[in-house]
């Protein structure tokens, strides 16, 4: 070949290997038959995951993989065109891709999540760290008529943003699952406003962590969530279904919390110098005193109907294990703590790490019972008005157990609901603790429970 014939040849092979690389560089990854859509601070097509969000054609057949780094933005996913879609971290550690709220924007705003997904089925969020957001880090929802089905976090974390951590609202058939958050001023977990379904589709939490939050898990008006195999402790309060009339699909019901460990969730978030401080005005008003969520409590099944709480080890709790009450200001009836079963959980670490009481039960709805939990003490006070047979009925319950009722005045009762009252009204609301019977808690898996003697005086 003549010296001009091979120069030819080399500036073709130079050419076409610079057209490919030109059409890899623009186009979107394949793979296993999805668009793959690459973010990075440097060197990538998208430079933003909102940018990679916005060049999405259809979420089912998109994934957004997110290479590590710090990125401080909101990521909007709005509308069904994005069914499906995937929005995942590449470093098999979340802690390694972030979405960082500390001057993160959107739209020219500052922005209120991490991710905020609406009107959205199917939507995945993988191996993501959302923290410090002025709202929520992951969250997922709905507008009233439509629906965000088959939500999955997986391998999430979620922390210190002000309200909610991992955040469905409106949404069923989800799962959060094997993901932790900490340090939010409502719960780390949250499912609101479900649905009522003739065929439910349950949503799904499991192996979880949940600590330092005002709530480990909180669900308004939830409904067929199946909570398992995870931790809750060093909350305020670490399991809190409950029903209010301020949102959509009263009540809260159908739900199940099993083989979950549940310990320690005696953070008094009201002290002055606690890292957390509720968003919570409270839940409600009994003349000038706010009523508080009550803290020291393991589970509160707050106006609940239909819950099964079994098989799980609960201890250390300085006030309540498990405790079941109605609303009592809530006037439409559907508020009322009824059908709920606490039954075979392991209470207080064979008597090496006792909560005050491990159950509570106000005695107001009907249905409810408690039954082969091992090692249980029960909440009576001096002045109760019924018997215990009747507080704390065995599982099936008598149909002359629980009343049916609840004052809806803002009147209260002497006795079990007395109780209650004087509690979550405490002035100021840290004095709750004085109720509290505390103590020194044995090892458990590695983990420090929480010294509020570091959190400042009472005032």
Not at 189 to 202: A, F, L, R, S
Not at 358 to 363: A, E
Request: proline letters at 5%.
């Amino acid at each position: 070949m003549s010296k001009g014939a091979a120069l030819k040849v080399r500036l073709l092979i130079a050419t076409a290997s610079l057209a490919l690389f030109g059409a890899v560089f623009a186009a979107p990854a394949m793979a296993k038959g999805k668009h793959v859509l690459t973010v990075c601070k440097h060197g990538c097509r998208y430079a933003s995951i909102q940018k990679a969000v916005n060049n999405v054609k259809k979420g089912r057949n998109s994934v957004v993989k997110v290479k590590p780094g710090v990125y401080h933005e909101g990521v909007q996913v709005f509308g069904h065109k994005y069914d499906g879609l995937s929005i995942q971290g590449k470093a098999k550690n979340p802690r390694k891709t972030i979405l960082d709220g500390d001057n993160a924007r959107i739209k020219g705003q500052p922005a209120q999540n991490g991710v905020d997904g609406l009107n959205v089925d199917n939507l995945k969020v993988r191996r993501m760290w959302a923290r410090d957001y002025p709202a929520n880090g992951i969250f997922v929802h709905a507008d009233p008529g439509n629906h965000c089905h088959g939500f999955v976090m997986n391998k999430d974390l979620a922390s210190f943003n002000r309200s909610y951590g991992l955040f469905a609202k409106h949404c069923t058939g989800g799962r959060i699952t094997n993901s932790q958050g900490w340090g939010h001023g409502d719960s780390a977990i949250y499912i609101g406003e479900t649905p009522p379904q003739k065929n439910p589709d349950w949503t799904e939490i499991a192996n979880d962590k949940a600590y330092l939050n005002v709530l480990g898990f909180s669900g308004t008006n939830a409904k067929y969530v199946d909570i398992h195999d995870s931790m809750f402790f060093n909350n305020g309060l670490g399991l809190g279904p409950n029903t209010l009339d301020s949102e959509l699909f009263q009540p809260n019901a159908h739900g199940r919390i099993h083989d979950n460990d549940i310990f320690w969730n005696n953070f008094n978030y009201f002290l002055p110098k606690s890292p957390v401080k509720t968003v919570s005005g409270g839940l409600g008003q009994i003349g000038n005193q706010t009523i508080n969520y009550p803290t020291g409590v393991g589970v509160a099944l707050f106006g609940s109907d239909g819950w099964v709480v079994r098989d799980n080890r609960i201890f250390g709790n300085f006030f309540w294990g498990v405790a079941t009450f109605s609303n009592a200001l809530d006037t439409t009836g559907k508020a009322l703590s009824e059908h709920n079963r606490v039954i075979d959980n392991r209470f207080g670490r064979f008597g090496t790490d006792k909560n005050r009481f491990d159950i509570y039960n106000d005695g107001s709805g009907k249905g409810n019972c408690f039954e082969g939990n091992q090692s249980s003490t029960f909440d009576l006070t001096a002045d109760h008005a019924n018997p215990k047979s009747f507080i704390y009925p065995g599982c099936p319950p008598p149909a002359t157990a629980g009343t049916g009722s609840v004052m809806g005045d803002g009147t209260l009762s002497s006795g079990q609901v007395g109780e209650l009252a004087n509690y979550v009204l405490s002035d100021p609301p840290c004095s709750q603790e004085d109720g509290w019977v505390e103590h020194s808690h044995p090892a458990f898996k590695g983990i420090t429970p929480i010294d509020t003697k570091n959190l400042g005086q009472c005032k």
